[in-house]
């Protein structure tokens, strides 16, 4: 895997070389745009999970995921390279965080944890005078842990502080962490990492950004049959643009529109 051979070189060397940077302009971003232009997300979900060198697979997944949404938000070609330049790059602070931390298979002290956050800061660091690349790429690295309340790290910024890039990365990170099998984590089913996030939209995430993500990821659903908390199966057979979640569905009795019944949650995904 070519990220991972480019991320321990950074490991080893403490820096980033300009010809690292340029083997994933030429060789790796273009393979991430290529796989973004994947309509169908609910498939690329299933071939995003991570189940080992998740640090790695983190950074692919992060980037196409990142990509896509950009696509669908219209970006230029310009922003949209750099959107997925940072991206692919976003966790390149973590080559300076000991592996003892990285793969420790149980809860971080509060130490370890300050010391996690921290790659953030790493990755700027590393970033900010490599030539000839935009600034928003060390902006992403920077910022993909801040929150619209204010409530994220390492500096509390708020909204309009917040790069653009860098609100797109911070769900699409957010996404594939969720999504995936960590040593310390297990991988969350695709509907409930949608309904987790979904309900975050109003202070961690622009919600603009996530409607349109969420808005995606649901209208890859239509067709499939799902189980609902009450029991009942049905096919999604469209979504509202609005409220994504609240979704029409055809039963063995008809048709029900989930705004209608609020009680009523999908639960799974059958098929």
Known sequence: MQIKNIFQDIRKEGKIQLENVEVIKAEVAPVI??????????????????????????????????????????????????????????DVG???????????????????????????????????NIPGIPPSIALIALQHHEREDGKGYPHGLMGNDIHHHSKIVAIADVFHAMSSNRVYHQAMPFYKVIEQMNSDKFGKFNPEILLEFVNRLMSTLVGKEVTLTNGRNGTIIMINPYDPLKVLLKTSSGIMDLRMEKEWQIERIIG
């Open 33 to 90: 745009a290529q796989a973004a232009k994947n309509p169908d997300v609910y498939y690329l979900f299933e071939e995003l999970q991570a189940n080992n060198e998740y640090t790695y697979k983190h950074n692919i997944g992060v980037g196409i995921i990142a990509t896509y949404l950009g696509m669908k938000l219209g970006l230029s070609k310009e922003n949209l390279s750099a959107l997925t330049l940072g991206a692919t790059l976003h």
């Open 94 to 128: 973590k080559t300076r965080i000991p592996d003892c931390i990285l793969e420790k298979p149980s809860k971080l002290t509060a130490a370890e944890y300050e010391e996690m956050k921290r790659h953030a800061i790493y990755g700027y660091e590393l970033l900010k």
